[in-house]
């Protein structure tokens, strides 16, 4: 049985600045949110309209892997989903990032010093993709960040650490990340006691 595997990528309709300032995600609403599921091995976008719709493959899965996801990405899509996604396996990157370094690292930064390529784009790029009814320039660059975000993750995995560019040099963060438990296999444990 494979695992049912997620990462998470997604844009927003307004900056930060539109909204009042950091701290108020949940108001950013989404433009699109790109995934990948490692079970299918399959790309795909959501539209807001369908917040639903990935709510209930993300309920189903046994890890959702992103950079930056719990203090953002999860803040964003909150407002349109009737659960706690906080109680949803999780593993963000950003977090080991921060834990080694003490600070935080740019996601372009790590994919370049670990993939030997960056970003597509930029977020204020995206946000003007949505205003001009860009949608297929929308969900590329989106879903190239969740390309480099799982290329990173995979890096990571069988690695045991990803690099990023601390200026003009390159250095590594260790990370110590393991395949999640499937959801299905606790729920039968669970059942034979």
């Not at 009042?20 to 790109?34: D, I, P």
């Not at 989903?81 to 740019?106: A, E, M, W, Y």
């Given at each position: 049985m494979s695992l049912k595997k997620i990462?998470?990528?997604?844009?927003t309709q307004y900056l930060f600045s539109e909204v009042g300032g950091?701290?108020?995600?949940?108001?950013?609403?989404?433009?699109?949110?790109?995934?990948?599921?490692?079970?299918?091995d399959k790309f795909s976008t959501y539209a807001e309209n369908e917040m639903h719709k990935l709510g209930e493959l993300l309920q189903n899965?046994?890890?959702?892997?992103?950079?930056?996801?719990?203090?953002f990405d999860f803040e964003v899509l909150q407002p349109y989903l009737n659960f706690n996604i906080h109680d949803l396996p999780f593993l963000d990157i950003i977090?080991?990032?921060?834990?080694h370094l003490g600070r935080r690292v740019s996601l372009d930064s790590i994919a370049q010093?670990?993939?030997g390529a960056g970003k597509s784009g930029s977020g204020k790029e995206a946000i003007l993709y949505w205003r001009n009814g860009r949608h297929d320039l929308l969900k590329k660059y989106c879903l190239d960040d969740v390309r480099i975000t799982r290329d990173v993750y995979?890096?990571?995995?069988?690695?045991?650490?990803?690099?990023?560019?601390?200026f003009f040099e390159i250095k590594e963060i260790?990370?110590?990340?393991q395949e999640p438990q499937p959801k299905v296999a606790v729920q039968k444990q669970v059942a034979l006691f």
């Amino acid at each position: 049985m494979s695992l049912k595997k997620i990462v998470l990528d997604l844009e927003t309709q307004y900056l930060f600045s539109e909204v009042g300032g950091r701290g108020k995600n949940h108001l950013l609403k989404v433009s699109t949110c790109g995934i990948y599921e490692y079970e299918n091995d399959k790309f795909s976008t959501y539209a807001e309209n369908e917040m639903h719709k990935l709510g209930e493959l993300l309920q189903n899965a046994d890890q959702i892997i992103g950079f930056n996801i719990k203090d953002f990405d999860f803040e964003v899509l909150q407002p349109y989903l009737n659960f706690n996604i906080h109680d949803l396996p999780f593993l963000d990157i950003i977090q080991d990032v921060h834990k080694h370094l003490g600070r935080r690292v740019s996601l372009d930064s790590i994919a370049q010093a670990t993939l030997g390529a960056g970003k597509s784009g930029s977020g204020k790029e995206a946000i003007l993709y949505w205003r001009n009814g860009r949608h297929d320039l929308l969900k590329k660059y989106c879903l190239d960040d969740v390309r480099i975000t799982r290329d990173v993750y995979q890096y990571g995995m069988y690695n045991q650490k990803i690099l990023y560019k601390d200026f003009f040099e390159i250095k590594e963060i260790p990370v110590i990340w393991q395949e999640p438990q499937p959801k299905v296999a606790v729920q039968k444990q669970v059942a034979l006691f």
